[in-house]
């Protein structure tokens, strides 16, 4: 004696039959001559489900799976006069993967998530040292006491008082008035005792406390300082933080992360392949799977003879032999969703493409994204990037849409055409409604920390502990219960968010207590994390072979939780404009490798300088007939460049060829080349030496020429002093040049005195200077040497 439940949940993408849609389908299921129907739907465009979608079987069979008859599921249209042709059949071989053991009254529904068993003991952790808080966290913290204490009365006793929190209303005393300090607080906290009257000043007590309040402050909150010691507001250093940081910190990228690591932010999931594929989500197939319906010979592998597709899915298990005995809980029954639609707001989060392949002759492609959704279509046509196959999108789209109707969301990178019709480079499929219904909560992952606000604010329309009561509520848990704002109980499981949080800095970013311990239990079981998935793309014309990948992530907010938060900002990191000012003052020990009329040696000396991989180059004017490899100057270099300071590198941007319609961009080292010429007249100029800087790690320059060598350059010497221009801003003295051209005799060749500075657009707009000595001569004025 088996029992078979069957959760015949809807039909989808049914193809027409016999030039008819099929537009009102009842299911059959039949297994060793016993057969169900289902109720029919009354108009598949309006609501492809059933209303009354869940059916029961008590039927005998075998138990061994050899002997196991298979399950027909026949879809029937019911169309006029009463005919009711089959369009669509589907045969499951082998139900063993629904096999599954009868539930019982008494069944602990904990035991199946271990995770939460071994999450933390129920003993509440104890505190040795005491919480340092900001000002701002302590004032969130002062409120919520106060709002405890209206609540609770001062009838409570000593024993149900947490440590902190007794901690928490000594603080209080000094805000409240001393009447209400006596009531309140009478019975929980001891009186303090007297003390003798001290001859120090008050003035001098206030500030030794002060210094206390600040050193302890320090010990916890190294990262809320600047160099020079002074508080920093939250905000200053939330500036160069952005989604990207959190990206990278993922990545394990921490040089573009620095400030993110530094403040112990959360870092995402970064999976590798497409989110339903893990091995924990098993293809969000937990509450229905999909199978495709066929029509005619069934032929294995032909993808292209299903004409529509069946949601549900079946548990089978053995019933009581005896027919008086009650039958076991029945299993899908718990927690099932109203089948009627539902409007959801759906963004698709789209980061980058990782080697896609090209289209054009060129052996590169123009790529850009476009969705479709239902009847809509959306793309970024006007933002397509040119001449790469490793684009960076940063792009959001947000959509609207009715589940189940418009379930499948296409995602696919186009390649921009000029003159012809855009090609499909490849595309993915994800299913929404899979993501809806899936136990997992597919719709939005879950971060490691509760934020109301920040750069990692809060980004769902539920708050934890809402999606905590509703997974419960579909899994046989027990409701959860609050005590106070850090303690939780689920069943006979307590959870302390002292446990959670042992060491944690204190963030004014942080929110609620008891949301945050909400949301540690839910990471404690088997839901989707904050994530980014990586998507093979195919493309139609060549299915089965891999035309590159997409990293993305979709969240799905059902209209009936509320409006959503704004979407994250995922826009790629714009370079800063920049001007590099370079003024060559002069030059020393410069080598001499002419011979004058009177056979003396002498050179001819100018300076170029240029920024690596930009073809613009500067000249200083020439210093004839040097006699001692002295030369003089006072030329200005003037190089407009954009900068990425997050990422430390240069963004150029410049056609590959004159017929190219765009220009390709590039991301290089800051790199600055200066070198020292020979002028000839009747031949080619000599070359003498070379110096190459990176802006952003550069040896330090010497004040004195004396001091200047080439032990001054990280190539000869590993141990000297490296500086950032762009945090220093400017720079003056000696470097050296050498001569690269002969690598087995590298030698000094000449000393260049010259000052460095480094400039913003906007502060170059306001101290204008002219090339050269040409006007304007100012910011400083040069004369002729």
């Known amino acids: 004696r088996t029992g078979i439940e069957i959760l015949c949940w809807g039909v989808r993408n049914m193809q027409s039959f016999q030039l008819m849609s099929v537009t009102s389908p009842s299911v059959e299921f039949e297994i060793g001559g016993h057969q169900v129907i289902s109720d029919v739907i009354k108009n598949t465009k309006r609501n492809p489900n059933f209303q009354q979608p869940l059916l029961f079987m008590d039927v005998m069979l075998p138990k061994e799976t050899l002997y196991l008859p298979p399950m027909n599921i026949r879809v029937r249209d019911h169309r006029q006069f009463g005919r009711k042709p089959m369009v669509g059949l589907h045969v499951i071989k082998c139900l063993d993967e629904y096999r599954t053991e009868p539930l019982s009254e008494e069944f602990d529904a904990i035991s199946n998530f271990p995770a939460l068993l071994n999450a933390h003991s129920n003993e509440r952790p104890v505190n040795l040292a005491p919480k340092v808080e900001t000002e701002v966290t302590t004032k969130a913290k002062d409120q919520q006491q106060l709002q405890r204490q209206q609540s609770d009365g001062a009838g409570n006793s000593a024993s149900s008082v947490h440590p902190a929190d007794a901690a928490d209303a000594a603080s209080l005393q000094t805000q409240q008035p001393p009447s209400r300090q006596m009531s309140e607080t009478q019975g929980l906290i001891d009186p303090p005792p007297k003390k003798k009257r001290s001859r120090i000043p008050g003035f001098l007590k206030r500030r030794k406390k002060k210094n206390k309040e600040l050193k302890a402050k320090k010990m916890n909150f190294n990262f809320f300082k600047s160099d020079e010691g002074k508080t920093i507001d939250i905000s200053q250093l939330d500036e160069d933080i952005d989604w990207w940081s959190k990206y990278y910190a993922s990545t394990g990228d921490v040089k573009k992360c620095r400030k993110y690591v530094d403040l112990g932010y959360d870092t995402l999931k970064l999976y590798t392949h497409s989110l339903e594929f893990s091995e924990n989500f098993d293809n969000f197939s937990d509450f229905c799977s999909t199978y495709g319906f066929q029509r005619g010979k069934n032929l294995d592998d032909d993808e292209g003879n299903v004409v529509g597709e069946f949601k549900g899915t079946f548990r089978i298990y053995p019933l009581p032999e005896d027919l008086g005995l009650p039958l076991p809980l029945k299993q899908l029954e718990k927690g099932i969703p109203d089948s009627n639609p539902v409007d959801c707001i759906v963004r698709v989060y789209t980061i980058k493409a990782i080697d896609l392949q090209p289209n054009d002759p060129s052996g590169l492609a123009d790529p850009y994204v476009e969705i479709e959704l239902g009847k809509k279509?959306?793309?970024?046509?006007?933002?397509?990037?040119?001449?790469?196959?490793?684009?960076?999108?940063?792009?959001?789209?947000?959509?609207?849409?009715?589940?189940?109707?418009?379930?499948?969301?296409?995602?696919?990178?186009?390649?921009?055409?000029?003159?012809?019709?855009?090609?499909?480079?490849?595309?993915?499929?994800?299913?929404?409604?899979?993501?809806?219904?899936?136990?997992?909560?597919?719709?939005?992952?879950?971060?490691?920390?509760?934020?109301?606000?920040?750069?990692?604010?809060?980004r769902d329309s539920r708050k934890p502990k809402e999606i905590l009561a509703d997974f419960c509520g579909k899994n046989y848990l027990p409701e959860p219960q609050f005590e106070g704002t850090d303690c939780l109980r689920l069943g006979a499981k307590t959870f302390y968010l002292d446990s959670f949080e042992p060491n944690r800095k204190s963030n004014p970013h942080y929110g609620p207590d008891d949301e945050r311990l909400a949301l540690h239990v839910l990471n404690c079981l088997p839901l989707v994390k904050e994530h980014v998935e990586t998507r093979p793309l195919y493309s139609p014309l060549q299915p089965g072979i891999e035309q590159g990948k997409l990293q993305c992530w979709v969240d799905i907010f059902p209209a009936q939780f509320g409006t959503p938060p704004i979407p994250i900002n995922i826009e790629p990191r714009k370079p800063k404009d920049y001007e590099l000012r370079i003024i060559i003052w002069n030059t020393k020990d410069v080598v001499l490798e002419e011979i004058s009329i009177t056979g003396e040696a002498m050179s001819d000396i100018y300076v170029k300088g240029w920024l690596a991989g930009i073809d613009e180059k500067q000249e200083t004017d020439v210093h004839y007939r040097s006699l001692d490899g002295e030369g003089n100057f006072n030329w200005r270099f003037k190089f407009p460049m954009q900068y990425l300071p997050t990422e430390n590198v240069m963004v150029v941007k410049k056609k590959e060829h004159i017929f190219s319609l765009d220009a390709t961009e590039q991301f290089l080292p800051p790199n600055l080349v200066v070198q020292i010429w020979d002028n000839d007249k009747f031949s080619a100029d000599d070359f003498l030496g070379t110096l190459e800087l990176n802006l952003s790690s550069m040896p330090a320059p010497k004040k004195k020429s004396r001091q200047c060598g080439v032990d001054q350059l990280p190539a000869y010497n590993k141990d000297i002093k490296l500086i950032n221009l762009f945090e220093c801003k400017r720079a003056y003295g000696y470097w050296p040049c050498v001569n690269d051209e002969k690598p087995e005799d590298e030698r000094l060749t000449g000393k260049i005195e010259m000052e460095l500075e480094l400039l913003t657009a906007e502060e170059a707009a306001l101290r204008p200077a002219g090339l050269g000595q040409d006007e304007p001569n100012e910011n400083p004025h040069l004369d002729p040497p």
């Open 377 to 458: 279509r959306v793309d970024n046509k006007d933002k397509y990037i040119p001449n790469c196959l490793s684009p960076v999108f940063g792009q959001v789209f947000e959509l609207k849409c009715i589940l189940p109707i418009d379930k499948d969301l296409y995602i696919r990178i186009k390649d921009y055409d000029f003159l012809s019709s855009d090609d499909v480079i490849g595309e993915t499929v994800i299913d929404l409604e899979n993501r809806y219904l899936s136990k997992f909560n597919a719709c939005v992952g879950l971060p490691q920390s509760y934020y109301a606000e920040g750069p990692n604010q809060w």
